[in-house]
């Protein structure tokens, strides 16, 4: 049992506001170069380091993986993004409504007495020591996601049906678990560099076609980059992330699709083949080769050489309940320029 004594433990001193909230607003425009300009690098990773700090003393009292705490979090953050929620100043992205962190039929929806939250079976706790329940409080926001989980059991079945008993939605823990698995390679959460899709010193073009309109297979809009180069050249994860799929399908032909941190499906079509060293399931890091510019697509499972070799690039963003797609031309703009000014250093 946990006791008020114990959580004690977990007290820390939060500072720097105007910061953690900028550093919110760096990631949501990491795949938005017309948003505001980003914080600096030190300052994202203070944050990191502070979100990281917060985990782990959540993990040490309930038992939960830091990494399972963190993918959480980033999901919920992600979400924001992709509906455009406000995501406040704090720390955590965790968000519970006050009808939630309360109880439904507390007369008191500001409520911060954990007893009296407890009598209304709202999920409301006091994770920081200091005898209240505040929903906005990062320390009691997390543990009182940690608490909800730990209901069902603390082995990774126990935690995923708890995912799910709180999402109501298997795609949500999916996302979840892959975060997590990307979270547990690296131990860190500082993810978030990006890779252009080719070697820099290759031969390639490219231009934006996004929304132009394509027929075969009837008529539908052109959903990512062409990038036009010789038949071989190696293809590359252009961030951290879980190969979620790979394989043919008759318009992509030889396919793989990564889902990075920020919840962004990567979309690698009309490859010549795979690197035989990922499968699905792995973690990938930016510039990780996956596969080769080909031809492929258009056709049953072989067909090759319908059109002029090249790597077709999409990104989707997930909302929760689907994907969409995004022009991704301006972000491989961005990150080619970047890792052209890495290489300079």
Known sequence: MI???TRMLLIITICGCALTGAGYRAEAAALNPSAKPAVESKDMKTIFNERKDLFDKVSA??????YMLAA???YERTIQIARKRPSGDGLIAIFFTELEWSGMLN?????MNEASIALFNGMGKDGSGDDKADRLNDLDKLYAMAMFLLKQGSGDEDL?????????????????QQFASVYAKFETLDLHQHAFVMPLGSIYSYRSTWGASRGWGGFRIHEGTDLFASHGVPVRSAAYGIIEIMGWNPYGGWRV??????????????????NKKV??????SPGEIIGWVGSSGYGKPGTSGKFPAH??????????????????????????REERIRKKK
């Open 107 to 111: 007369p008191d929806q500001g409520d």
């Open 3 to 5: 006791t008020s004594g």
């Open 257 to 274: 699709g990564i889902r990075d941190l920020n919840n962004v499906y990567h979309y690698y079509a009309h490859l010549s083949g795979f």
């Open 160 to 176: 995923r049906i708890g995912l799910w008993t709180y999402y109501q939605n298997t795609r949500s823990v999916e996302r979840i």
């Open 72 to 74: 959480v979090d980033q």
């Open 61 to 66: 009292v309930t038992g939960i993986p830091w």
């Open 311 to 336: 790597l077709h690039y999409g990104l989707y963003r997930d909302n929760g309940l689907t994907d969409w797609s995004f022009d991704p031309y301006p972000h491989l703009r961005k990150w080619e």
């Open 279 to 284: 499968k699905e399931g792995d973690v990938v």
